[in-house]
T-cell receptor, first 113, second 113 residues
Framework: ETGVTQTPRHLVMGMTNKKSLKCEQHLGHNAMYWYKQSAKKPLELMFVYNFKEQTENNSVPSRFSPECPNSSHLFLHLHTLQPEDSALYLC????????????FGPGTRLTVL | KQEVTQIPAALSVPEGENLVLNCSFTDSAIYNLQWFRQDPGKGLTSLLL?????REQTSGRLNASLDKSSGRSTLYIAASQPGDSATYLCAVRPKWTGNQFYFGTGTSLTVIP
């Protein structure tokens, strides 16, 4: 595997379910990000981890819970979501020093029923 | 707060035409600006990264310019091809927000064979 991978690629869940999204980067980067992409809206930054420490949390509801066990893996735990949370969830990584170029995974298409 | 605008929202051109996509941002104190391509339902692919000290970057048929003082960047695509059809997004990293990146809503490009 190369670059940034995300699983699952598609997820359908009910409002009472608990699920997790997984992201893995194989680029040796030290920063990882979760974004939400909804139709007709700019990408919304949700969480940022730098050297496994959360550095940004953009007023995301507590039904979204991130976890970063090491600098290569990032999870987004989901529980009691709402239909308006249906979106494409994108993971990205970058090296915080130097070029700081972001690389994205393919995304998880989430549908909340 | 940094705001990023991309105009036009959609563009349709015949194959072979040269074209320019625009990105404007409100705060010129940026660390870098990155152009991405996104195919429907997919993740973002990095095209070009321009550091704040640079004026332009080139990759193949693509050329991106940066004018910080006017808060603008352009992406020039030469000799467009049907395979260039996608949504093009720009993102800026302000100097004062750590690992935050601000995205525009994108320009949807269709190249007609």
């Amino acid at each position: 595997e190369t670059g940034v991978t995300q699983t699952p690629r598609h997820l359908v869940m009910g409002m009472t379910n608990k699920k997790s999204l997984k992201c893995e980067q194989h680029l040796g980067h030290n920063a990882m990000y979760w974004y939400k992409q909804s139709a007709k809206k700019p990408l919304e930054l949700m969480f940022v981890y730098n050297f496994k420490e959360q550095t940004e949390n953009n007023s995301v509801p507590s039904r979204f819970s991130p976890e970063c066990p090491n600098s290569s893996h990032l999870f987004l735990h989901l529980h009691t979501l709402q239909p308006e949370d249906s979106a494409l969830y994108l993971c990205a990584s970058s090296q915080d020093e130097g070029r700081n170029e972001q690389f994205f995974g393919p995304g998880t298409r989430l549908t909340v029923l | 707060k940094q705001e990023v605008t991309q105009i036009p929202a959609a563009l349709s051109v015949p194959e072979g035409e040269n074209l320019v996509l625009n990105c404007s941002f409100t705060d010129s104190a940026i660390y870098n600006l990155q152009w991405f391509r996104q195919d429907p339902g997919k993740g973002l692919t990095s095209l070009l990264l321009i550091q704040s000290s640079q004026r332009e970057q080139t990759s193949g048929r693509l050329n991106a310019s940066l004018d910080k003082s006017s808060g603008r960047s352009t992406l020039y695509i030469a000799a467009s091809q049907p395979g260039d059809s996608a949504t093009y997004l720009c993102a800026v990293r302000p100097k004062w927000t750590g690992n935050q990146f601000y995205f525009g809503t994108g320009t949807s490009l269709t190249v007609i064979p």
